[in-house]
């Protein structure tokens, strides 16, 4: 099977470019994938309760729903949503060859939108399923905000300029924020650290580690505490905490694209800066997988616009090249000397 355009993903980029795509009337392909990085479809929001800062929506809404509610949409437009995981590609010519699970013969696309996103490192610490979004969240930004955690004790786990940043953050909210480092010294910047050290509502509590998260024990009990063990004493203990936020990074799930699409040094693809562009012409990044600093809904869906509007111009410039064996062929842009992505010709947003 042939398509114009294939998405992979199912998160707010991923059902963006579907929308785009599907009103531009080139009946794009989603595969969104059967747990694909052990996350159902619909992407990290389907692990999120309370969504309060996407706009139109001043009463906030639940993660779950508001992918419903894209996915939905990209279907009215006539997006083929297929729920298979794509777990091969071989970009090295067009049309591009992609495989889905179980499946000896490929699907085929004249261009592939890369929207499969990043996954939030967990702990896996005695309780962390219990009190997930109940006192528990990867996102401070996200959730922050929201009443469980006002004025309530808080901790952050990790070291480096996330951990920093979002401490600070959660400090306009709760009543302390503490932040957990398993060493004895930070990872953040000296000018990060410096802040961080001076804010009055932050305190660190370096070689110290969470054991056990403790709550409620009713049905979707709040967390009301931590169990804490010093490395370099072994001594154990207890505090009072109403929030846990991980600050241990992402995983970016790239890895059937390595070796093929360039990424950075923690495999989140690399796009020319302020486009969608690939190192592969055709190929095209939107989403968590290529954003490394802001991780948002918002950021998210803007990304997919922005990888559907230039797909769209690559296949419309594709259009006049010879058809050969039923498929459209393809027009090569001109391939720039100094390594960056093909800016397409005629591309308004460059």
Known sequence: MHSKVIIIGSGPAAHTAAVYLSRAELNPVLYEGMLANGIAAGGQLT???????????PGGIGGSELMDAMRAQSERFGTKIISETIEKVDLSSRPFKL?????????????????TGAS???LNLPGEEKYWQNGISACAVCDGAVPIFRKKPLVVIGG????AEEAMFLAK???????????DRLRASKTMAKRLLAHPKVSVRYNTVAT?????????????????????TGEESEMEANGLFYAVGHDPATAMFRGVLDMDGDNYILTKPGTSYTNVEGVFAAGDVQDRRYRQAITSAGSGCVAALEAEKFLAEAEDEDVEGGLEGEKQAEK??????????????L
Do not use: C, Q
């Open 47 to 57: 692990t999120t309760t309370d969504v309060e800062n996407y706009p139109g929506f």
């Open 99 to 115: 495989w889905p699970e179980d499946t000896d013969e490929p699907v085929t696309a004249s261009a592939v939108i890369v929207a």
């Open 120 to 122: 939030a490192r967990r």
């Open 160 to 163: 480096g300029d996330s951990a």
């Open 173 to 183: 909210y709760g009543s302390h924020v503490t932040v957990l480092v398993r060493k």
């Open 212 to 232: 056990e998260v403790t709550g409620e024990k009713k049905d979707r009990g709040l967390m009301t505490g931590l169990r804490l063990r010093n490395v370099s």
């Open 336 to 349: 720039p000397t100094n390594g960056e992505a093909p800016e397409y010709r005629g591309n308004p947003l």
